[in-house]
């Protein structure tokens, strides 16, 4: 039996040009950018292949940053050494093909995405989404983010939190 999809790192193997996520932006830059960020090392792209068909059903961007320790909600910034900003993973992007909505692929892509961050060989505190609209931001606060900073959809997860994720099934489950 073939897993349903597998995620990995993209490679210029990966057939972007079929990617709709009925998005346009997501779709555009997935077609025509992200190689080009990703040459440049300034974001690193994952995708979800279905495993009969190797056809990419979704995708994500993971990049380093920092945002000022003076935007770090009190509850959280109590516990951080005073430096001037502190060390995140920024989530960019994440989009999933229409033909698979309902699948829970947008979870599972933003699980990935918080366990490459934590297991990152660089320090991360958070990880850090910029939502592009309400249904987005909705997504991730349902998965236990927290609005923060100055910006209404500026969305963030201590990576200190995973155990405490709707991601995560619980024992009793």
């Known amino acids: 039996m073939t897993a349903p999809f597998c995620i990995e790192v993209l490679t210029p193997a990966h057939d972007r040009?079929?990617?709709s996520s009925g998005v346009e932006p997501l779709d555009r830059y997935f077609r025509e950018q992200v190689s080009q960020d990703v040459r440049r090392r300034v974001t690193a792209c994952y995708v979800a292949v279905e495993g009969a068909t190797r056809r990419?059903?979704?995708?994500?961007?993971l990049a380093a940053g920092s945002i000022p320790l003076a935007e770090v909600?009190?509850?959280?910034?109590?516990?951080?050494?005073?430096?001037h900003a502190v060390p995140i993973a920024r989530l960019g992007r994440l989009a999933v093909h229409l033909d698979s909505?309902?699948?829970?692929?947008?979870?599972?892509?933003?699980?990935?995405?918080?366990l490459r961050a934590a297991r990152s060989e660089v320090?991360?505190?958070?990880?850090?989404?910029?939502?592009?609209?309400?249904?987005?931001?909705?997504?991730?606060?349902?998965?236990?983010?927290?609005?923060?900073?100055?910006?209404?959809r500026q969305l963030v997860l201590p990576l200190t939190n995973l155990s405490r994720s709707p991601l995560i099934p619980s024992a009793s489950a």
């Open 17 to 19: 040009a079929g990617f």
């Open 56 to 61: 990419v059903v979704g995708y994500y961007t």
């Open 123 to 152: 320090a991360v505190f958070a990880l850090v989404v910029d939502a592009k609209d309400d249904h987005a931001a909705a997504f991730y606060r349902h998965h236990g983010f927290t609005a923060f900073g100055s910006l209404a």
């Open 73 to 83: 909600p009190e509850s959280l910034a109590r516990r951080l050494p005073r430096y």
């Open 101 to 114: 909505r309902g699948r829970r692929l947008g979870a599972a892509l933003l699980w990935d995405a918080l």
